[in-house]
Nanobody
Framework: QVQLVESGGGLVQPGGSLRLSCAASRSIFRPNVMAWYRQAPGKERQLVADISGGGRLHYADSVKGRFTISRDNDKNTLYLQMNSLKLEDTAVYYC????????WGQGTQVTVSS
């Protein structure tokens, strides 16, 4: 059974921080590169960051130095620590494999606003 459950979003002021979590089913999580994506209103979904099973990292230029992706292979959980948040980070954030599955979870809304 496919499971991708995102949590941790919310409303935060510019410059603030949030930590997102994603609980995934083991069959998806263990063998795959896992990633965070986001979709802002009226825009296409974009890749934010990804991490391999061995810990190799990749970040979109727009979040480098501010976001940190990590994974707990024992808990089948993916994390995204977001610091120095900007207005343009406002979006629904999703986790998935990379490349992504056809199935997507419900996502978690992140709103950065003063």
């Amino acid at each position: 059974q496919v499971q991708l459950v995102e949590s941790g979003g919310g409303l935060v002021q510019p410059g603030g921080s949030l930590r997102l979590s994603c609980a995934a089913s083991r069959s998806i999580f263990r063998p795959n590169v896992m990633a965070w994506y986001r979709q802002a209103p009226g825009k296409e979904r974009q890749l934010v960051a990804d991490i391999s099973g061995g810990g190799r990292l990749h970040y979109a230029d727009s979040v480098k130095g501010r976001f940190t992706i990590s994974r707990d292979n024992d808990k089948n959980t993916l994390y995204l620590q977001m610091n120095s948040l900007k207005l343009e980070d406002t979006a629904v954030y999703y986790c998935n494999t990379k490349p992504s599955l056809k199935y997507w979870g419900q996502g978690t809304q992140v709103t950065v606003s003063s």
